[in-house]
């Protein structure tokens, strides 16, 4: 296991995530339609980042390319969940539909971005290296 790998994109995608977070609170409005587009918008870039994130993660990573994301994807996760725990007046409550709605995006971007980088990788010529 490449652990230096797992913390450095773990730590953009708390980043990304992060900023994802300050474009949806940019978005104004408190009715229906304002609640709506602050959720695509904010699941779209999630999905976003995270595949860019995991396919420029798998791309680099040869062997098992898939545990390393997931590793970086649950470190990510258990930061992102401490943080909340250690500064919930902060941070605020998140509903455990929007949690769920989150795990599931970059769950799938996980999935997608290593497929891809993978596939970029083996039609670069880069399917053994682990640079």
């Given amino acids: 296991m490449n652990w230096k790998r797992v913390a450095a994109f773990a730590a953009i995608l708390f980043a990304s995530e992060v900023?994802?977070?300050f474009i949806e609170a940019g978005v104004s409005g408190i009715d229906a339609t304002a609640f709506k587009q602050r959720l695509l918008l904010g699941a779209a870039l999630s999905l976003g980042f995270a595949i860019t994130?995991?396919?420029a993660m798998s791309y680099r990573q040869a062997h098992r390319p898939l545990l390393h994301a997931a590793s970086a994807f649950l470190l990510e996760r258990a930061f992102s969940f401490t943080l909340g725990v250690v500064l919930?007046?902060?941070?605020?409550?998140?509903?455990?539909?929007l949690l769920v709605l989150g795990w599931l995006t970059l769950a799938?971007?996980?999935?997608a971005g290593t497929i891809l980088g993978r596939q970029l990788a083996t039609v670069r010529g880069r399917a053994g290296a682990d640079a």
Avoid: D, M, N, S
Wanted: zero cysteines.
């Fill in 53 to 55: 994130i995991f396919a």
């Fill in 108 to 111: 799938v971007g996980l999935l």
């Fill in 88 to 97: 919930p007046e902060w941070l605020g409550g998140t509903p455990f539909v």
């Fill in 19 to 21: 900023f994802v977070g």
